[in-house]
């Protein structure tokens, strides 16, 4: 039998112990960082957790502070809505509206209910007046929703191009 080399006996157990190194390191110390870095980043987050906890226990101002916040939301989600028994002063500001812009306004109550109002607009005129009309509409201080805009150009009597504007709007109301 052949003996090695002293130098091939060094190689050869040096790549055995640098295996062996590099074994522990991707089979145990990687996956075990990995494991601890997890643990860490939970106990950090229950930390956070557990101080917001306490803070809002605590902190008795902060809550009347989002108090007063939320209600003064909710006066502005109120102002975008129509009030109870106020229905004829909306129609008249619509139609007063129409007038205002140019056009000419068919408005019709498809639905009236406790929460909201659905209209149907049919307005006619020139072009540039009926998208004067919908950015009015925009305008208003409560909201209006449209699902669809249908608009048709025609001729009028002096032959002139008109358009022809259809769609239905949401108005919700609230009681005051």
Known sequence: ?????????????????????LCMFFFIILPTMGKLQDVQRD?????DRMTLER???????????????TTAKMK???MAMVETGKELTLIES??????????????????ANKDRYTFSFDTKG???KQLSFLHALERLPYYLLID??????????NNEELV????????????P
């Open 1 to 21: 039998m052949r003996r090695l080399s002293i130098t091939t006996h060094l190689f050869l157990l040096s790549a055995a112990i640098t295996t062996g190194i």
């Open 43 to 47: 106990l950090r987050e229950q930390k």
């Open 55 to 69: 803070e809002r226990a605590l902190d008795p101002a902060r809550s009347l502070d989002e108090l007063a916040s």
């Open 76 to 78: 502005q989600f109120d």
């Open 94 to 111: 619509l139609e007063a509206l129409a007038v205002k812009e140019g056009v000419q306004l068919t408005l019709t109550v498809q639905e």
């Open 126 to 128: 020139p072009y540039e």
């Open 148 to 157: 669809a805009i249908d608009m048709k150009k025609y001729r009028g009597d």
């Open 164 to 175: 022809s504007n259809r769609f239905t709007a949401t108005i919700y109301v609230h009681t």
